[in-house]
């Protein structure tokens, strides 16, 4: 049975740092990276790391601010979140793909085969 946990997620001020967590387990991907939905809007692309050679991708409104990075032997993906902002605020989901970003866009939600339950992070003003 394939499971992503998360954690890590938390209540912080802006400027502040969080990380999370994603343990994965049941299965290898040949990705994983992060969504997150902030309340009203869609489900949007955070960023996602290739397994085979740890090219990484960011959506703009995180770039330079936030880092993925992957622990193979644990099978876990890492999301260091920096100068936080009240915009950031947003329930965050890990996600893993078996697919090849060759033929599926990355920054699309059907890409990717399994979810965690997501983590809530808050930054208050």
């Known amino acids: 049975q394939v499971q992503l946990v998360e954690s890590g997620g938390g209540l912080v001020q802006a400027g502040g740092s969080l990380r999370l967590s994603c343990a994965a387990s049941g299965r290898t991907f040949s990705s994983m990276g992060w969504f997150r939905q902030a309340p009203g809007k869609e489900r949007e692309f955070v960023t996602v790391v290739r397994w085979s050679d740890s090219i990484t991708w960011y959506a703009d409104s995180v770039k330079g601010r936030f880092t993925i990075s992957r622990d193979n032997a644990k099978n876990t993906v890492l999301l260091q979140m920096n100068s936080l902002k009240p915009e950031d605020t947003a329930v965050y989901y890990c996600?893993?793909?078996?697919?090849?970003?060759?033929?599926?866009?990355?920054?699309?939600?059907?890409?990717?085969?399994?979810w965690g339950q997501g983590t809530q992070v808050t930054v208050s003003s």
């Open positions: 996600a893993a793909s078996i697919r090849s970003f060759a033929r599926y866009n990355y920054q699309s939600q059907g890409t990717y085969d399994y």
